[in-house]
C-alpha cells in the first residue's frame, strides 16, 4: 500500500507537518501553487519574554499572482544572521539549544536563492535529523495536469505517483 502527503513547503513547520511527513511513503511538496502572503511559507514565530514574535525570510518579488516556485529570497543573508542571533539570544539556555541551533543554521545560511528549493532544502535537512526515510519530492517535478485545481490537482499527483492512500493534515479534512 502506497502511502502519500501533499503539502506547501512552510518555513521552520508546526510539528503536524512532520507527523504527516514521517507517516507516508512519499511526501510531495506543493511548490507550484499559488504563493500566500501572510501565510507560514517564509514565516514562523518564536517566543522572546513569553511573547509571539515572528521571524521572516525576506523575499524579492514576493506577489499572490506567483507559484511559490517562482519566489526568490532576498540576497542580504545578513538578515538570516540577525534572525539566528535571536534565536540565540532568546533560547540559548534551552533544552537541546545545541542541537536545534545547528539545524537552524544549516536552514538559514543555505545560499539557495529560490524559496522552494530552500524550504525544500530545510525539509530534508529536518527530516535526516530525525532519520525519516520517507521519498520527498517537489510536485512541480512531476508530469501532471497544471490546469487542475485544488483537490482535483491532489487527485490527479495521486494518481500519477499509483497513491493507494492520499494522508492529509487535520486542517485540510474536508
Given at each position: 500500500m502506497?502511502?502519500?502527503?501533499?503539502?506547501?513547503?512552510?518555513?521552520?513547520?508546526?510539528?503536524?507537518y512532520?507527523?504527516?511527513?514521517?507517516?507516508?511513503?512519499?511526501?510531495v511538496?506543493?511548490?507550484?501553487?499559488?504563493?500566500?502572503?501572510?501565510?507560514?511559507i517564509?514565516?514562523?514565530?518564536?517566543l522572546?519574554?513569553?511573547?509571539?514574535h515572528?521571524?521572516?525570510?525576506?523575499?524579492?518579488g514576493?506577489?499572490?499572482?506567483?507559484?511559490?516556485?517562482?519566489?526568490?529570497?532576498?540576497?542580504?543573508i545578513?538578515?538570516?544572521k540577525?534572525?539566528?542571533?535571536?534565536i540565540?539570544y532568546?533560547?540559548?539556555r534551552?533544552?537541546?539549544?545545541e542541537?536545534?541551533m545547528?539545524l537552524?543554521?544549516?536552514?538559514?545560511?543555505?545560499?539557495?536563492?529560490?524559496?522552494?528549493?530552500?524550504?525544500?532544502?530545510?525539509?530534508?535537512?529536518?527530516?535526516?535529523?530525525f532519520?525519516?526515510?520517507?521519498?520527498i519530492?517537489?510536485s512541480?517535478?512531476?508530469?501532471k495536469?497544471?490546469?487542475?485545481?485544488?483537490?482535483?490537482?491532489?487527485?490527479?499527483?495521486?494518481?500519477?505517483?499509483?497513491?493507494?492512500?492520499?494522508?492529509?493534515?487535520?486542517?485540510?479534512?474536508?
Amino acid at each position: 500500500m502506497r502511502k502519500i502527503g501533499i503539502m506547501q513547503p512552510y518555513f521552520v513547520p508546526y510539528i503536524g507537518y512532520w507527523q504527516l511527513l514521517n507517516a507516508v511513503d512519499t511526501y510531495v511538496v506543493f511548490d507550484d501553487v499559488n504563493y500566500i502572503k501572510r501565510g507560514w511559507i517564509n514565516r514562523n514565530r518564536i517566543l522572546i519574554n513569553k511573547e509571539p514574535h515572528y521571524i521572516n525570510l525576506e523575499l524579492s518579488g514576493a506577489s499572490q499572482n506567483k507559484k511559490i516556485n517562482e519566489i526568490e529570497l532576498s540576497e542580504d543573508i545578513e538578515l538570516r544572521k540577525k534572525t539566528l542571533k535571536t534565536i540565540e539570544y532568546n533560547y540559548k539556555r534551552a533544552p537541546f539549544y545545541e542541537e536545534t541551533m545547528n539545524l537552524m543554521k544549516k536552514i538559514l545560511l543555505n545560499k539557495e536563492k529560490n524559496l522552494a528549493l530552500f524550504l525544500f532544502d530545510q525539509i530534508r535537512i529536518v527530516a535526516n535529523y530525525f532519520d525519516m526515510n520517507t521519498e520527498i519530492i517537489m510536485s512541480s517535478s512531476l508530469e501532471k495536469n497544471n490546469e487542475l485545481k485544488g483537490q482535483d490537482k491532489i487527485i490527479d499527483i495521486c494518481r500519477k505517483l499509483n497513491a493507494d492512500v492520499y494522508y492529509n493534515a487535520i486542517g485540510g479534512m474536508n
